[in-house]
């Protein structure tokens, strides 16, 4: 090998590491706590067990310790829900998420719309709330997850959240939101989500036994006043460890503010 290559060689490595080095605008500094709660509303005390469609809250929350940065990027959410509830998915009319993504919630029937939210996030001191938007996912086996903003940075994008039943002694659901790359890093900015919040409530109507009958995307048999239904969040973050989350979901009670 010629002095010049090994000149050129070495040049083109020490550049790879500086840029391996170089900080990315907006990310984390302080250690990330993150939180999450649930309610189901309204409560349900009768003992009759038949099953009646409820609304299904959830809120989580990631902040920085001490409070005031920002806090570490989600790369993907993993939440366990408790038994006791019934899904109904498979019985909704479902939205593609091409589609959805091509041409936004027009592409949706009204059918598939299951429930509203809201999302929050920071990036290099700018903060930005999202609308969003959940449809019934193809076969009833995913959340679609439209997010809609404009300013600071457009946003008009579904994340398509499997939904799976499993078998645990605590959980009986499984529901995994990846983050995709581009809502992570924007134009070299990390954007972070400072807050995630959903209902999910819808109905719909199918005979059964020849009857026309009215049933819950979420339905549950029994859910009193006072109860709590396990539910767990399991968080991966950029740079950081992950971290998980042991809660509960309140029956009848709203999360908190």
Do not use: W
Not at 219 to 242: D, R, T, Y
Request: glycine share 10%; proline share 9%; hydrophobic share 40%.
């Amino acid at each position: 090998m010629t002095m010049n290559a090994v000149l050129l060689r070495a040049t083109l490595v020490a550049g790879l590491v500086s840029l391996s080095f170089v900080p990315t605008v907006g990310a984390a500094t302080a250690p990330t706590q993150a939180s999450i709660n649930g309610t189901i509303s309204p409560a349900v005390s009768s003992t009759s067990g038949k099953p009646r469609s409820v609304a299904l809250s959830i809120v989580t929350r990631f902040q920085t310790n001490p409070s005031g940065g920002q806090p570490a990027t989600v790369t993907q959410a993993v939440i366990y829900f408790g038994h006791g509830s019934i899904v109904n998915a498979r019985l909704f009319p479902s939205c593609n998420p091409t589609r959805l993504n091509k041409i936004g919630p027009k592409a949706c029937s009204k059918g598939s719309r299951i429930g509203a939210g809201a999302v929050t996030a920071i990036g290099a001191g700018l903060p930005e709330t999202l609308a969003l938007t959940a449809f019934n996912g193809p076969g009833g086996r995913s959340v679609l997850f439209y997010l809609n903003g404009n300013t600071p940075l457009k946003v008009a994008q579904a994340i398509q959240a499997p939904m799976v039943p499993i078998k645990s002694r605590f959980y009986a659901y499984k529901l995994t939101l990846n983050t995709p790359p581009n809502l992570q890093v924007l134009s070299g900015i990390v954007v972070a989500t400072t807050s995630f919040s959903s209902t999910i409530k819808a109905t719909v109507v199918r005979r059964v036994h020849h009857r026309r009958v009215r049933l819950g995307y979420i339905e549950v048999p029994l859910c009193p006043p006072g109860a709590i239904v396990p539910l767990q969040g399991v968080f991966s973050f950029m740079g950081a460890p992950s971290e998980t989350v042991n809660s509960g979901i309140d029956c009848g009670e709203p999360p908190p503010a």
